[in-house]
């Protein structure tokens, strides 16, 4: 009978094993799929008072965003430790059907609301930017690419 009970601990600790199995975790969480995790880069549509410029965004694997403003020109500069591209720290939130930035820091806010394209290839959406002497504009289109 011994040698019975030992076959069926055997037979429990096995079949324990192969039916617990970790769970993937899913890309729709607070910060986090590594699909998005990447530098976007785009232009805004001209805006009444000016042209076009160029918009970044960092999305990194902790949650944590940074955006580029650079108003030279619409199209994005290789370098952006220059001192003409604008930063501001902030996060990101990635819920099953959009993806919303937001970066606050000296008085600039920082919005992004898009989605991504089915193959993650680019995020498109509405941008709104304001700073401390109030809203600059609201849900200006932006499209991104990686």
Same mark, same amino acid.
């Given at each position: 009978?011994?040698?019975?009970?030992?076959?069926? =601990?055997?037979?429990? %600790?096995?079949?324990?094993?192969?039916?617990?199995?970790?769970?993937?975790?899913?890309?729709?969480?607070? &910060?986090?799929?590594?699909?998005?995790?990447?530098?976007?880069?785009?232009?805004?549509?001209?805006?009444?008072?000016?042209?076009?410029?160029?918009?970044?965004? %960092? %999305?990194?694997?902790?949650?944590?965003?940074?955006?580029?403003?650079?108003? &030279?020109?619409? =199209?994005?500069?290789?370098?952006?430790?220059?001192?003409?591209?604008?930063?501001?720290?902030?996060?990101?939130?990635?819920?099953?059907?959009?993806?919303?930035?937001?970066?606050?820091?000296? $008085?600039?806010?920082?919005?992004?609301?898009?989605?991504?394209?089915?193959?993650?290839?680019?995020?498109?959406?509405?941008?709104?930017? $304001?700073?401390?002497?109030?809203? =600059?504009?609201?849900?200006?289109? =932006?499209?991104?690419?990686?």
């Amino acid at each position: 009978m011994k040698f019975n009970l030992n076959i069926y =601990v055997c037979i429990l %600790l096995i079949s324990l094993f192969v039916s617990c199995s970790k769970e993937k975790a899913d890309d729709t969480n607070n &910060g986090g799929s590594n699909k998005l995790q990447a530098f976007w880069k785009g232009s805004t549509s001209p805006m009444q008072t000016s042209s076009a410029y160029a918009v970044g965004v %960092l %999305l990194k694997q902790n949650g944590a965003a940074r955006a580029f403003r650079f108003y &030279g020109s619409s =199209v994005f500069p290789s370098d952006t430790s220059l001192s003409t591209v604008l930063k501001t720290n902030g996060s990101y939130l990635l819920t099953s059907d959009s993806l919303i930035i937001t970066c606050n820091s000296g $008085g600039a806010v920082f919005v992004y609301r898009a989605a991504a394209t089915s193959d993650t290839s680019a995020l498109q959406g509405k941008l709104s930017y $304001g700073e401390s002497g109030g809203l =600059v504009f609201n849900n200006l289109t =932006v499209n991104m690419s990686k």
